[in-house]
C-alpha cells in the first residue's frame, strides 16, 4: 500500500520547483474501466491544483487502459476532451460545457461492459510453463496472463478511438508516447514507440496493450501476438529509468494507499493482486530513485476504492469514479500527500 508518512522519504519525494527546463516523464497504469477513470480524475486534479502539463512533460507511459490517455495526450487532446469522450457524466470542468451523458458516444466502454465469456481454456500453456520454470524471468502478472481463459471481446473500439483523434498524424513525439504491451509467446515486455522497439501504429499498439487476458484475445501485429502490458506490471514506471528523468508523476490506479475498506471474497482477490501491484511499484520507484528521477506517486485512496468497488471492469460506475478521484487527488496534492508517499506494503 501506499502509506503517507511525516517526513519526506528522500530526494525522489522532494518536490520539483517549477524550471521549464526540467525533464519531466508522465506514467499512466493500468487500471480497467475504472482504473482509466480514477486516472482521469487524478490527472484533472493535477492540472486544477498545479497547473500539471501533461502535453509538456517529455515522456508519457501508458499501460491497458493507461494507454489509452496516453496516446490522446501524445495526439494533442486537451484533458477537457477526454473527459467529455470517457468519464461518463455532466461533469463540470473548467472551459466546458456540462455533458449530456445520453449525447456521449459510449461504444468504447460497451465493448468493455458487453465482453463475451470466455472460452475456458488457459490462454497459453507454453507461456504459463516457462514463466513457471523460470520465476526469476518472468513476473507473477506474467504467469497469470498466460493461464488466463481465452477471451472473446473486442478491443476495436480502443483503436477507433484512438484514430479518431490521432488523424492522419504519425506517431507522436511530442510528448513521445510509449505503450507498453507483453509479447504473448515471449512474456517479453514490448514498449512501442521507444526506439529500438518493433513498428507498430498507435491505435494497434493502443489496442494490443489494452487486450487484458481472459477478456480479450491477443493483437496480432507484423506476425507476432501482444497482450496487456499489466501482463509484466501494471504501472511499467521503470521503463524511464534510463532517460534520468528530472521527474516522473506516476498515476498508479492498481495500486493503493491506506487500508482496504472493502470487503467480500472478490474484493480481496481484487485487493491481493493490488497489494502484489504496489510491491512491484515499489521496486520501479526504487531504480527511478536510484538513477536520480524525483518521483511522485498518486494511488486511489480508500475513499476511491469503496466507489470503485471489486469490478474495476463495471463502467458504469465510472463517473462516480472519475468525481472522487478528482476530488481525494486534489485534496492529497493540496496537503503534499504524494510528496511524501512512502510505497510499504502494509496488513489490510
Not at 501533461?54 to 501524445?74: D, M, R, Y
Not at 511530442?174 to 504491451?181: H, K
Not at 480508500?302 to 486534489?330: H, K, N, Q, W, Y
Request: with cysteine.
Amino acid at each position: 500500500m501506499l502509506r503517507a508518512t511525516g517526513e519526506p522519504r528522500g530526494p525522489a519525494t522532494e518536490r520539483l520547483p517549477a524550471d521549464p527546463a526540467a525533464r519531466r516523464g508522465l506514467v499512466i497504469g493500468a487500471g480497467a474501466a475504472l482504473g482509466g477513470a480514477w486516472a482521469l480524475g487524478a490527472l484533472v486534479a493535477l492540472q486544477e491544483v498545479e497547473g500539471y502539463d501533461p502535453a509538456g512533460v517529455e515522456v508519457v507511459v501508458g499501460t491497458s487502459a493507461g494507454s489509452v490517455l496516453a496516446a490522446l495526450i501524445g495526439c494533442g487532446v486537451p484533458s477537457q476532451r477526454m473527459v467529455r469522450r470517457l468519464s461518463g457524466g455532466s461533469v463540470e470542468v473548467e472551459g466546458t460545457e456540462p455533458v449530456n451523458a445520453l449525447d456521449v458516444d459510449d461504444h468504447v466502454h460497451r465493448a468493455v461492459g458487453d465482453v463475451p465469456f470466455p472460452v475456458l481454456l488457459p490462454g497459453n500453456l507454453a507461456l504459463a510453463a516457462r514463466a513457471l520454470g523460470s520465476p526469476g524471468r518472468h513476473t507473477l502478472m506474467t504467469t497469470a496472463a498466460a493461464l488466463a481463459p481465452r477471451g472473446r471481446g473486442s478491443v476495436r473500439p480502443v483503436g477507433e478511438l484512438v484514430a479518431e483523434h490521432q488523424g492522419g498524424a504519425g506517431w507522436p513525439d511530442r510528448p513521445r508516447t510509449w505503450v507498453v504491451t507483453m509479447d504473448f509467446d515471449s512474456g517479453r515486455r514490448v514498449v512501442f514507440g521507444r526506439p529500438g522497439s518493433p513498428a507498430a501504429a498507435l491505435p494497434e499498439a493502443v489496442m494490443a496493450s489494452c487486450a487484458a487476458p481472459g477478456y480479450y484475445p491477443p493483437v496480432a501485429i507484423a506476425g507476432r501476438r501482444y497482450v496487456d502490458g499489466g501482463g509484466v506490471s501494471v504501472t511499467n514506471a521503470d521503463v524511464l529509468v534510463r532517460d534520468r528523468l528530472d521527474e516522473v508523476v506516476v498515476l498508479a490506479p492498481m495500486a493503493f494507499a491506506g487500508r482496504d475498506p472493502r470487503r467480500g471474497a472478490r474484493a480481496r482477490l481484487e485487493g491481493t493482486l493490488r497489494a502484489y501491484a504496489t510491491r512491484r511499484l515499489e521496486k520501479e520507484v526504487d531504480r527511478l530513485t536510484a538513477a536520480g528521477s524525483r518521483v511522485r506517486v498518486l494511488a486511489p485512496t480508500p475513499e476511491d476504492l469503496a466507489v470503485i468497488g471489486p469490478d474495476v471492469m463495471d463502467a458504469g460506475r465510472r463517473s462516480a469514479v472519475f468525481e472522487t478521484a478528482r476530488r481525494t487527488t486534489a485534496t492529497v496534492l493540496s496537503t503534499g500527500g504524494a510528496d511524501r508517499a512512502e510505497i510499504r506494503p502494509v496488513a489490510s
